[in-house]
Each structure stands twice: as C-alpha cells, then as structure tokens.
C-alpha cells in the first residue's frame, strides 16, 4: 500500500526558494512514478512536475520549467520538489501522487495517477 505525506510548505516572500518533500511509508516506492500537482482557489489541480520509476526522466509544466527540480530518493522513499524563483502565481495545495507505470514512464494526466498525499499549502507572498 502506498501512504503520501507531504511536508515543507510555508509562507514566504517572492524570489525565495523552498523545497517539498513526500514520504511514502509503504514498501513499494520505487514502483510508482512519482508526481507534483498543486490547486490554488477556484482552480483545477494542475500538474507541475513528475519524475519516473528509474529517475531517468522528468518532466514539468511550461508555467515552473528553470525554475522547479524534481527529485526522488528511492533508498528514503521520499520525492522532493525544489522551487526556487517563487512567484505569487506559485501559491497553491501541493499534493504529490503515486503512479504504477512503466519504470521510465512519468506522467503528467492526474487522472493516472492512483494515491495521493493530503497536500502542503505554499504561499507566495509579493
């Protein structure tokens, strides 16, 4: 079984960096395809970035590319969003997601993906 639990978001000032990290307490992690989405108000879960089975590919939304680094560490079970350059355009829930596909698939359709974390709320504040 795959159990998501998001950490490190926070209030903080544009241009400044943070990172999100999502532990799995599962036994299977490196099975999934790992990826972030995020849902500010009144808006639909959108993807941001995700990163496959085998850490060979990753891939990100036009909207964070240069600016994002997804990252995985299958030894913790635990993937990892940086963000830096913040924008208060970046202030959203993130939810990062589990997805049982092919070791060098990452997907970017959330309807993929089968388990989800609670989210950690980032605001960016101008």
């Known amino acids: 079984q795959v159990q998501l639990v998001e950490s490190g978001g926070g209030l903080v000032q544009a241009g400044d960096s943070l990172r999100l990290s999502c532990a799995d307490s599962g036994r299977t992690f490196s099975n999934y395809a790992m990826g972030w989405f995020r849902q500010a108000p009144g808006k639909k879960r959108e993807f941001v970035a995700a990163v496959s089975r085998d850490n060979s590919r990753t891939v990100y939304a036009d909207s964070v590319e240069g600016r994002f680094t997804i990252s995985r560490d299958n030894a913790k079970n635990t993937v990892y969003l940086q963000m830096n350059s913040l924008k208060p355009e970046d202030t959203a829930v993130y939810y990062c997601?589990?997805?049982?596909?092919?070791?060098?698939?990452?997907?970017?359709?959330?309807?993929?993906?089968?388990?989800w974390g609670q989210g950690t709320q980032v605001t960016v504040s101008s």
């Open positions: 997601a589990a997805d049982r596909v092919a070791p060098w698939e990452a997907p970017t359709d959330k309807t993929a993906y089968d388990y």
